[in-house]
């Protein structure tokens, strides 16, 4: 007889267990199967739910599960809006991470595609910023930081768009309500 609690082999006869009193089952010819839990290691993070589960499959058709995680506040945002700003992060158990890191690095962009030329763009700008005397300096370049990004990774833009339409959306339901009434 085994528990399925405690993970105990009892004798025959026996029909519930002495530790936690749970019911005992008979053991199998067989045997029985014990799972191990996943240790979950961040493999990568993602800039959106596209990105993640397009990895995710990748991963998956390698025989390597995984999960993925929203960072901050971006679960709320996937519910409410659909998308969110913070991006995602994937995992995978720590005996596939190297696996798993290998055939992420395959999809990695080449050394002069347009993810590099942006990130030399941003160097460039930080090198500016340690050149920086003034506080006016200061405001005019921290406003640019995001000016090389497309709109749709850029997170001010996109905080601002959404902002925008619930705005709009409020003052049509509260003018429909208006006139409904």
Known sequence: MFCMSCHKEYAEGVRECPNCNQDLIEIPEEGIEVFEAMKPVKVTSVTNSIEA????????????????KDNGPGGYMNLYYGFSVYGEDIYVDERDYQKANSIIEELRP???????????????????????????????????SYDNYPFYRNPRKLVRIYLAFSVIVAILIYLLRGILK
């Open 53 to 68: 589960n397009m990895i995710m499959d990748l991963l998956q058709n390698n025989g390597i599960p995984c999960i993925k």
């Open 110 to 144: 080449d050394e002069n595609s347009e993810q590099d030329i942006l990130m030399d763009d941003q160097t460039d700008k930080a090198d500016e910023l340690n050149d920086i005397k003034t506080l006016d300096d200061i405001i005019k370049t921290k406003d640019d």
